[in-house]
Nanobody, 119 residues
């Protein structure tokens, strides 16, 4: 079955950087778009970024555009999210999910990785 394991979260200072990784298994990774979503404390899920199966097209929410970069390595079945110029409002549980604009139920299948931005 589909398995997605997120890692790379942690504590960062405002203006700092983190790199999230998501290792995928149980499906043909190279055939699917992949997404990142996040849930901040007390808020709903936000679709943050996505990338086509071949990496040729990407999407970013306005809240992260210019600061986050999504990428993928189909040989390693892994999708990445580089977080730069972090802000306290980026504090959230970050999930990766299979597909372009995935359903909430799909997003919540992973355990997520916590990102906390604080001085």
């Amino acid at each position: 079955q589909v398995q997605l394991v997120e890692s790379g979260g942690g504590l960062a200072q405002p203006g700092g950087s983190l790199r999230l990784s998501c290792a995928a298994s149980g499906f043909t990774f190279s055939r699917y778009a992949m997404s990142w979503a996040r849930q901040a404390p007390g808020k709903g899920l936000e679709w943050v970024s996505a990338i086509y199966s071949d990496g040729s097209y990407t999407y970013y929410a306005d809240s992260v555009k210019g600061r986050f970069t999504i990428s993928r390595d189909n040989a390693k079945n892994t999708v990445y999210l580089q977080l730069n110029s972090l802000k306290p409002e980026d504090t959230a549980l970050y999930y990766c999910a299979k597909g372009w604009r995935p359903l909430e139920a799909t997003i919540r299948r992973g355990q997520g990785t916590q990102v906390t931005v604080s001085s």
